[in-house]
């Protein structure tokens, strides 16, 4: 069983970038499905990008595609959100979550979740 420790995130201007990472213990996080999700209020979290467990293939929400970049870092057990060009409405707390599935995309299907990172874009 992995733990998920979140570090990254905080306070910035619109356009500028944050660098979100999901580290893990307990196992090997390559092996992993590992998803990054929204916490939208009064609804269940969403999902804006992921990794295959099988093929390293990212997927990405239209909202943040060409904007956000993930990455695994697999000498630190790690994947990683590159946040650019941040708007305002991407002010939220920033989940990742894992699971041996092929895809995380939706949040049942995740049983490991990181902490939370906020993070607030304002000007």
């Known amino acids: 069983q992995i733990q998920l420790l979140q570090s990254g995130g905080g306070l910035a201007q619109p356009g500028e970038s944050l660098t979100l990472s999901c580290a893990a213990s307990g196992g090997n996080l390559e092996r992993y499905a590992v998803g990054w999700f929204l916490q939208v209020p009064g609804k269940e979290r969403e999902g804006i990008a992921g990794v295959s467990s099988t093929d390293g293939r990212f997927w990405y929400d239209d909202s943040v595609k060409g904007r956000f970049i993930m990455t695994r870092d697999n000498a630190k057990n790690a994947v990683n959100l590159q946040m650019g060009s941040l708007k305002c409405e991407d002010t939220d707390v920033y989940y990742c979550?894992?699971?041996?599935?092929?895809?995380?995309?939706?949040?049942?299907?995740?049983?490991?979740w990181g902490q939370g990172s906020p993070v607030t874009v304002s000007s």
């Open positions: 979550a894992a699971d041996i599935n092929a895809w995380v995309r939706t949040p049942e299907v995740a049983r490991y």
